[in-house]
């Protein structure tokens, strides 16, 4: 069964206990059970040496370790030099 549900918005801050805090009372008859939906900015982008770290780490790597997977030398191949 679907529930019509109101949207409001409001602001607010988020404790080091993880407690939000909104600046102003709600306009809503309480107690009820409310359903609420936080936007927040995003943290800035990982340095390169945490997203490397983060791939070594990463189980789904793991088969790289094995030996038989060193297929290639540094002398395979032709280098490359991007000339754009």
Known sequence: MDIAMKAIEVTGT?????????DEPLTILGPRRIRA???????ADIDESEWLQAAVSNPAFHFLKDPAED???LTDGK???DEG
């Open 14 to 22: 988020v404790d080091e206990q993880g407690q939000l805090h909104l």
């Open 37 to 43: 939906i936080l936007l927040f900015p995003e943290e």
């Open 71 to 73: 297929i290639y030398t």
């Open 79 to 81: 280098p490359f030099y």
